[in-house]
């Protein structure tokens, strides 16, 4: 294993990595650059009519209007970078648009999840957030929610009703930028391996778009499938990942969508000394991605995302004005860019922040958004 502090850190990390990830959906079209691609918007919320004079348009609705509005935050998961990221995104969000975010962390357990959805509607919220979690133990709660006049708005979960609008990052671009970028490094051609956990909605969809691709380049061959969604979803990953390497000495990548499968990947790619023969496609980006991404003999070569900021905010906007009772498009999707180790070397990027200086597009303030968000401070 490298003694690089990236790997250092990122060894330490992953002993406590929750998973899932991740993130996220839609359509729209990417970049064909193969070393930072960023797609243009595909969805927003609805504005006022345009009939509406200026003043009107500026007006802060009920309940914005008398005070701070409680929205509540219910996750499935809270532990990692990205979802730290995450919630950093929507807690500044929160604080400019006058909301006491009520957030909870079901750490993975999904009836945990249902009972923090449960105690967010008698609290009496105005909106409820979900973020990630299983249909069949978020429907229920949903439903009460709903009943309760209550709007609820989810981020990277299935809610399977559609008076809850979707926002979800765009999963098919995600899987599909990073592994155009595969096809293009391996000419098509060798065994790869591939992390995946069935029964999350972001990791389902990047799966048809992997099944796809492997349908249309048969000379790909997918040697082993594995993965686990936990806690320590990087360490178990690596476990497994090492044990793939040793039965399939042949691999010359590893596709693993979200970014704690993308860590194990690396660190067992890294302990077994396969760098210069293995490399590592992932999806998802936050600042310790990045630290493992440019650390030196890294294989981890590409990545596809978005910045978890920005996602967090859009999913607070769109739960404010569902609370103010205002229109929000039944799917949001925030578009994703390809980025590569060597776009990160070239432009010397190490944080989410720098990234998105490089990558204006990665932020998206235009969409979900509304005249009154600025006479609150947005």
């Known amino acids: 294993m490298s003694t690089s502090p990236g790997y250092r850190r ?18 729209g079209a990417a970049s064909p650059s193969a070393t930072a691609s960023a797609a243009p918007s595909a969805a927003a919320s609805e504005s006022a009519p ?17 005070g701070p509005v409680k929205i509540a935050l219910v996750r499935q998961l809270g532990s990692g970078d990205y979802f730290e990221q995450w919630l950093a995104g929507a807690e500044a969000q929160a604080e400019k648009l006058g909301i006491e975010l009520l957030t909870s962390d079901a750490r993975g357990d999904n009836a945990a999840q249902a009972t923090n959805l449960e105690t967010a509607i008698n609290q009496g919220v105005k909106a409820i957030i979900i973020d990630h979690g299983q249909t069949e133990t978020l429907t229920p709660g949903i439903d009460k ?12 979960a299935n809610a399977n009703n559609p008076k809850v609008p979707q926002i979800e990052q765009s999963d098919a671009q995600l899987a599909q930028l990073a592994l ?117 003999g890294s294989p981890w070569v590409a990545t596809a995302g978005t910045d978890p900021g920005n996602v967090g905010r859009v999913a607070v906007r769109a739960a404010a004005l569902l609370a103010a009772g205002e229109a929000v498009d039944p799917q949001i999707v925030v578009n994703p860019a390809l980025i590569t180790q060597q776009f990160l070397r070239d432009n010397a990027v190490t944080t989410i922040e720098q990234l998105g200086e490089k990558l204006p597009a990665l932020d998206t303030p235009e969409l979900v958004t509304a005249p009154w968000f600025e006479s609150l401070g947005q």
């Open 145 to 156: 929610a709903l009943a309760a006049n209550i709007p609820v708005v989810a981020f990277d």
């Open 50 to 66: 345009a009939s509406e004079s200026p003043s009107a348009a500026a007006a802060v609705p009920a309940p914005f209007d008398a």
């Open 180 to 296: 155009d970028q595969l096809v293009t490094d391996t000419g098509g051609e060798g065994d790869i391996a591939y992390v995946y956990v069935a029964g999350f909605a972001p990791l389902d969809r990047r799966n048809e778009v992997f099944e796809q691709v492997l349908a249309a380049n048969p000379g790909l061959k997918n040697v082993a499938t594995f993965g686990t969604v936990s806690e320590s979803t990087a360490a178990e990953v690596q476990t497994q990942a090492a044990a793939v390497l040793t039965a399939n000495p042949g691999i010359k990548a590893i596709f693993a969508p979200y970014d704690e499968f993308a860590k194990g990947a690396t660190l067992a790619v890294t302990a077994a000394g396969l760098q210069d023969k293995v490399k590592v496609y992932g999806a998802d980006v936050s600042t310790a991605d990045i630290d493992v991404i440019t650390a030196d």
């Open 10 to 27: 990122l060894a330490f990390a992953s002993l406590t990595a929750v998973s899932l990830f991740v993130a996220a959906c839609g359509q």
